[in-house]
Structures are given as C-alpha cells and as structure tokens.
C-alpha cells in the first residue's frame, strides 16, 4: 500500500475544503471497500479525511412522516433502527442481505452508496478496465461476466453496482443530500449513480470534493408492505446475481400502486419504471407480476454467459 | 515515505500510545506490535473473519480498520475475553463441542459470536428472520445466517453452530 496521510475531519465544510485542497486525497468511512481497494492497489490516496466522527450519525424522523439518514450511520444501525424496521421492512432486509455482521458494523450509508463494482477485472491491477485506467478495454465483454449487467451497460463497461441498500433507496424514492465547495444539493438516488456511457471511471454524479451527508426517504404508506429479495451463489455473505426490492399496494385483488427496483442487473440500482407501469391497475395475480417483469427485461442486452 | 500518526487505544483493558504508519492495519498492529496474535490474519480482505475482534463491544474486521482511524476505541481481542482466569462459556462450549479442526478460524470465531449475542440481545434481526419488525429469535438457521462473515475451511459449521446455540440458550 501507498504511503498516505490521515487527517480527521472537524466538520462537514472543513472537510470538504480538505479534499478541495489535495487533489490525491479521499473521504474514509467505515473503509471496508476504500482499504480493501487500497490494498490491491486499485486506489492509492496522498491523503485519507476521516469523516467517521462528524455529527451524520442520527436517523431522525422528517416532519412529512419520512425519514433523514445521517451517511455516517452505520449499515447495521440502519437495518436495526425501528422505524426502518416497521416503516421501510424492504430498506432492512437489504441492508441484512449485504456483506456480513462485522462488516455492517463499520460500513456507512454514504459508504455502502459509494462502494466501488466488484467485477473482477477492475480489482485486478494486472487486467485492463476502462473503469479503473480509461481507455485500456474491457475485458469482462468477452471474459467473466455472468454476474455483470444485463441492462444499461455499454461497450466500455458491464459493470454492475454492488450495493443492497441502494436498491431499496431507489424503490422509495430516496434523495441524496450533498456538501461541497459551493454548499448543500440534493440528487435523487435514482440519477445519484450513473450508467457507464464512455466514461464508466465515473460511478456517481457527486463531485470529487463533494460529501454524502444525508440520505432522506419520503413517506410512502405501503412501504410497510415491502419485502427485499435476493440471488446469489451461496446462501449468505455474498453479491446479488439479481436482487429486488418492492412495495405493493393492493386493494380488492388489484394493484393500486407499487415500487419495483432491482439489484445485480445495471451499473445501477434499477428502478423498473416499465414493470412498475404494467403492474398499476392489473390484478395482483403470479401472471401478471410475471407479465410485468418481461416488460421491464425487453430492454436487457445480456452476454454470453449471463442472459 | 512512509507517513505516521499517533493513536491512544485500550486493548484488552491496557492503554497503548503509539506512533504508528498510516498504512498500519488494526490487526497487524495487535499482531505484529502489540504481542497479540490471537486474531488471525486469513484473507487481510475482510472475506473470511479470522481477524474478528470487538471495537467498541461491536465485532468488526480488524484487517480493514486502520489503527489511525481508531484513536480513543476499545479493543477486545480473543486474549482478553477469559475473566480471571476461567474460560469464557463461549470458549468452553468450542471445546466442549469440539466446534474447530486446526483451530486457525477459532479465535475470530468466538470473537464473532460473542458480538453476535449482543447484536440479538439489542434485538437485531437478520436477513433470515421471518418477520425484520419482530423481536429475533436465536435457531441454527439463524446462526449460520449471522455467522457467515466468518469461514471455517475445516468445515467444522455444525460443532460450531451447536457450541454457539448451547451458550445462547
């Protein structure tokens, strides 16, 4: 591993202003992916801003019934946290689904948002990967991408983002709340990550001085009625081959409303606005549901070995 | 050049004031210059749990924590869990239960599982419980669920699941 510096942020705006003033330097959260990444020479920071101890540690409850996730909080406060539990039951079990008990100690919101693919040309230094060295190709085309995307992917990359959390953000309509240089913005989660296109280096719309600081949820009623899903390889400790989140509102046999999103298919969490769309109105029968998922995977381009 | 920091820790109730390189894992620092090699180093990727260890009565990865991002924390690795000198029941229930084969795992091991406890005792769910609202209760499906952060290559899961459900009950 490279040589670093380690500074510990006092507050939101200083550390900001601290990676504004080096360009070679990175925010550390709970570090489960970033050291991990550092470790295999895929990142190489001057300078690590520690911004675990500022004040983005609260999950509180927002006047208009929602919630505001401070990015600090850890993944395994999130998933525990009781109105996630009761209120957003999808938003907990993705957080549960991901990585491991001791890993969702020390992972954050902002973190688990902004973890790097784990496809394995891009953790491999040895391999080309337009992702980590634009412009060197993209061998998981052509090599190892039965876990890669199916949708939205582009001739520079089949990467897909790894997260579970991200993917019951995006069924709920999560915003994600940003400081930089300038001040305060707000993304939706849905346009927070982005399809790779020819620039696939760039994960996020954030800036490289920009820092998470909040994740907020709206209220939605039947969130309560939401369940998360997920396929893998093994039972447990493992990243999705597919993965959903959904909330259902059903009334008298028939769909009154629903959010759909899936993980494992994109270079983002896909929100299924076409299966969300068939879904609204029809009966809330295994056929229709079927019916709905073919309309949203008649835009999949999948590879060799993953369709 | 290598860069340094210092960082204050409690290890095992024992304060330590050290000057450290930046670069300098919470492992290796136990490890290589605390005199603590309990926790083991497997995969030094946060894959296999053989580094567990407590942070703050929390378990977590000490191979992905750096030392320098944990000034003021509490460390409790598998040295310090025995009180005066009686095994901890999680200890003894591995023994008891014969819940290892070459013993590599076994410390990262029961420092996960006592984080465990705790995490059900707080009325944590997990990806296996049936309803996330509800309080958790603690079976062998459960257990294998919480525990898979931690890998044991002997294969010795079932002695293992039985020796964590023995103290839990």
Known sequence: MRPFRYERAEDGSGAVAALAATPGAKFLGGGTNLVDLMRLGVESPDLLVDVTRLPYDRIDATADGGLHIGAGVRNSDLAAHRHVRTRYPALAEAVLAGASGQLRNAATTGGNLLQRTRCAYFQDVTKPCNKRDPGTGCPAREGEHRNLAIIGHSEHCVATHPSDMAVALAAFDAVVYILGPAGEREIPLVDFHRLPGDAPQRDTALERDELVVAVTLPALGFASNSRYRKVRERASFSFALVSVAAALDVADGEVRDVRIAFGGLAHKPWRAHAAEAALRGAPARAEAFGDAVDAELEQAEPRRDNG | MA????????VNGDEYSLELDTRTSLLDLLREQLGLPGAKKGCDHGQCGACTVLVDGRRANACLALAVAH????????EGIAQNGALHPLQEAFVEHDAFQCGY?????????????????AGWASYVSHDVA????????????????????????????????????
């Open chain 2, 3 to 10: 860069e340094y920091d210092t960082v204050t820790l409690n």
């Open chain 2, 71 to 78: 000034d003021g924390a509490e460390i409790v690795t598998i």
């Open chain 2, 105 to 121: 795992c076994t410390p990262g091991q029961i420092c996960s599982a006592l984080g465990m406890l705790g995490e059900v005792e």
């Open chain 2, 134 to 169: 509800a309080e958790p209760s603690l079976d062998a499906n459960e257990i294998r669920e919480r525990m898979s952060g931690n890998i044991c290559r002997c294969g010795a899961y079932p002695n293992i699941v039985a020796a964590i459900e023995e103290v839990s009950s």
